[in-house]
């Protein structure tokens, strides 16, 4: 992925930031350095904190990546998928109701959410919600489209 251009957050951008991913996740990002990066060749923006990329926008909305979810374990729109739905979903195969094991009761049609598997709860993949959380856990069905996963560009990418 080529860098289009990088600058760093105005200390408000951070604010505003630092508090939709309290309001969604309920983490808090503590880093010095904010850097907002574009890419040329695609719609991926991403926000470095301390030079990882923990943040990237999904249809204009901030969210966590895999990397920063790992780093900052997430309480909510929180998705867990059993041992055998890992190789699908690190490989960016949507969400189907067998894999799942729980969802959080947060989680509404449309919110992104974090995938993590169950054994050590790492996180896996970052998708959109097609059914509320309370939904999720059942026989049949995609229930999450996959924005990205373990491997892909983005997951790559070493601000």
Do not use: C
């Amino acid at each position: 992925m080529q860098v289009k251009s990088r600058h760093h957050l105005r200390s408000d951008a951070v604010s505003d930031l630092e508090a939709t991913l309290e309001e969604q996740l309920g983490v808090s990002p503590d880093g010095d350095a904010y850097e907002r990066v574009e890419f040329e060749n695609t719609d991926w923006e991403v926000i470095l904190i301390d030079g990882e990329p923990q943040v990237a926008y999904f249809d204009e909305e901030p969210f966590l990546t895999v990397r920063g979810a790992n780093a900052h374990e997430p309480e909510r729109r929180l998705v867990t998928v059993d041992a055998g739905a890992i190789s699908f979903v690190s490989d960016g195969a949507d969400v189907m109701r067998p894999g799942i094991t729980t969802a959080t009761d947060d989680i509404s049609p449309d919110d992104l959410v974090v995938i993590a598997e169950e054994t050590h709860g790492k996180v896996l993949a970052v998708g959109r919600a097609r059914v509320e959380g309370t939904e999720m856990v059942g026989d049949e069905g995609k229930v999450v489209e996959s924005l990205h996963h373990v491997g892909d560009d983005l997951y790559e990418f070493a601000g």
